[in-house]
């Protein structure tokens, strides 16, 4: 069945240093969601990527979606300690399920 | 818009029982979303239900079951329960299938 694969697992990074989480899929995806997830919260959407090669920014974050539908991409330019939770990537296939990776855990050192 | 809400928040159980979640959906949306999330696990997919249908199902035993009602909420029955099932419930609701809202979660400890 379709698998999601995320890593690095988890990250620590130095406040204003990068950051990039890689999204990998067992097969063709429709489409690929990101969310964050806070600690002690839940996830709440960032972006949704459909188009093969697609590339979107959302101020220090940018969203890659690969050729062949079966990768994508987080990067967080210059963190903040705002960013600190847990990054995860879902994709959809012809199914219509969403399978979510693993989850990509950021800690920023202030 | 209230968003999505799910009763109990907190729950402890001991092995052998079964035990029911309820979600409510934000209003208008018709799909609804069950997840375990585990540490290390992520978010392992349940199942999704779509006007009271049952539309997708993750590879969790039958032990798991759940069912959609006309007013769009849902809910989630674990019958005898394991050590293992302690997790926290997180369901989601979309419309058209789009970003899933998630709800606060049920965390379910089983003793």
Same mark, same amino acid.
């Given at each position: 069945?379709?698998? =999601?694969?995320? @890593?690095?697992?988890?990250q /620590?990074?130095?406040?204003?240093? %990068?950051?990039?989480t890689?999204c990998?899929?067992?097969?063709?995806?429709?489409n @690929?969601?990101w969310y964050?997830? +806070?600690?002690g919260? /839940?996830?709440?959407?960032l972006i949704?990527? =459909?188009?093969?090669?697609e590339? #979107?920014?959302?101020? +220090?974050l940018?969203f890659?979606f690969?050729?062949a539908?079966?990768?994508?991409?987080?990067h @967080?330019?210059?963190t903040?300690t705002t %960013?600190?939770g847990?990054?995860?990537?879902g994709g959809s296939?012809n199914?219509? #399920?969403l @399978?979510?990776?693993q989850?990509?855990?950021l800690?920023? #050192?202030p | 818009?209230a $968003?999505v809400t799910q009763?109990?928040r907190?729950?402890?159980?001991?092995r052998?029982q079964?035990v029911t979640?309820s979600?409510?959906p934000i &209003?208008?949306?018709?799909?609804v979303s069950w997840?375990?999330q585990t540490? $290390?696990?992520?978010?392992q997919?349940?199942?999704?239900?779509f &006007?009271?249908?049952?539309?997708?199902?993750?590879?969790f035993?039958g032990?798991?079951s759940?069912?959609?009602?006309s007013?769009?909420?849902s809910?989630?029955n674990?019958?005898t329960?394991?050590?293992g099932d &302690? !997790?926290l419930?997180?369901? !989601?609701?979309s419309?058209?299938?789009?970003?899933q809202?998630?709800g606060?979660?049920?965390?379910?400890t089983?003793?």
């Amino acid at each position: 069945g379709q698998q =999601v694969m995320q @890593i690095p697992q988890y990250q /620590h990074v130095q406040e204003g240093e %990068d950051f990039t989480t890689y999204c990998n899929s067992s097969t063709t995806l429709s489409n @690929i969601q990101w969310y964050k997830q +806070r600690p002690g919260g /839940h996830p709440v959407f960032l972006i949704q990527l =459909v188009k093969s090669g697609e590339v #979107k920014k959302q101020k +220090r974050l940018t969203f890659q979606f690969g050729e062949a539908k079966k990768n994508s991409s987080l990067h @967080i330019t210059a963190t903040q300690t705002t %960013d600190v939770g847990t990054y995860f990537c879902g994709g959809s296939g012809n199914t219509g #399920k969403l @399978i979510f990776g693993q989850g990509t855990t950021l800690q920023v #050192k202030p | 818009k209230a $968003g999505v809400t799910q009763t109990p928040r907190y729950l402890i159980k001991t092995r052998g029982q079964q035990v029911t979640l309820s979600c409510s959906p934000i &209003s208008g949306h018709r799909s609804v979303s069950w997840y375990q999330q585990t540490p $290390g696990q992520g978010l392992q997919f349940l199942f999704e239900y779509f &006007s009271e249908t049952q539309r997708n199902k993750g590879n969790f035993p039958g032990r798991f079951s759940g069912r959609q009602f006309s007013n769009s909420r849902s809910e989630m029955n674990v019958s005898t329960l394991e050590l293992g099932d &302690s !997790a926290l419930y997180l369901c !989601a609701s979309s419309s058209q299938g789009y970003e899933q809202f998630f709800g606060p979660g049920t965390r379910l400890t089983v003793l």
